[in-house]
């Protein structure tokens, strides 16, 4: 089979599947014919494919499940406006979550929780799994056998990855917020406004500040102390005064009273 007509054949497959294809699978496609390719002329093809789909708006792209025609990523802003739906944005629980999956593989639930410092959301791992990213490859033999966690096919696929192998490396990974700045979410968004909501509690005192108020405390304590002592003095002084005068009083009258007597 002519080359040309071989890859005008794939292309309308690939377009017309709207999936990834291997070579086996395209290579069966011509079982019922007379003229069929060989595998070869099929790899031939796609990579002449590849390298005439350069200057166009969309390439052949090599994934883990096979090969499949695709928007090239700078028409994506165009090309999204198609749909009205909000395009899927991942929180960074989610996204720590699944690199480690990716990068420790296979790993627990646990172990990601200790590399994290934070428990891992059940939610997050629901995501992860109905998303078809990782899946169960067993459990670990430990008490509490825990389920182990590794990445798919689709995952890959997702990324525009063949393999595991053409991750960037850890080194080449500076600052998660810097590569992907709208990565920001609701939930994200909600963690801040229940931190700015309890922002009227009562906080957490340092044993210099419990000390602190406890001093100043004290000092109240003492002073409104020695005010009051200083008041009940002055209070008795003021009565002893009182008394003092009501008995000179009295015995003024007394005096007064007394016959008058002639020596």
Do not use: C
């Not at 096919?153 to 393999?163: A, G, I, P, S, V």
């Amino acid at each position: 089979m002519e080359i040309k007509k071989l890859k005008n054949i794939l292309e309308a497959v690939l377009l017309a599947a709207e999936r990834s294809m291997t070579v086996p699978q395209l290579e069966a496609l011509f079982e019922l014919d007379e003229e069929r390719p060989t595998r070869d002329e099929i790899r031939k093809s796609l990579h002449e494919m590849e390298e005439d789909y350069e200057t166009r708006s969309f390439e052949l792209k090599h994934v883990a499940s096979g090969y499949r025609l695709q928007v090239k990523q700078e028409y994506a802003t165009w090309v999204g406006r198609l749909w009205e739906e909000r395009p899927a944005r991942y929180t960074r629980a989610l996204l720590e979550t699944m690199a480690l999956i990716a990068y420790r593989q296979p790993i627990t639930r646990g172990e990601i929780e200790e590399v994290r410092g934070v428990s891992v959301s059940s939610n997050i791992i629901k995501t992860l799994l109905e998303r078809d990213w990782i899946k169960v490859l067993g459990h670990k033999d430990v008490p509490g056998k825990p389920t182990l966690y590794g990445t798919t096919k689709e995952f890959l696929d997702y990324f525009n990855l063949q393999k595991l192998d053409q991750l960037p490396t850890l080194a080449e990974i500076k600052d998660l917020d810097a590569i992907h700045p709208e990565l920001e979410l609701d939930e994200d968004k909600v963690e801040g406004d229940e931190d700015s909501a309890t922002g009227d509690e009562p906080k957490d005192l340092s044993a210099n500040d419990v000390d602190a108020q406890a001093s100043a405390s004290e000092e109240t304590v003492s002073e409104d102390g020695e005010n009051a002592t200083t008041e009940d003095a002055e209070l008795t002084m003021a009565e002893a005064d009182d008394v003092s005068e009501d008995e000179t009083a009295e015995e003024a009258k007394a005096e007064s009273t007394r016959p008058a007597f002639n020596v």
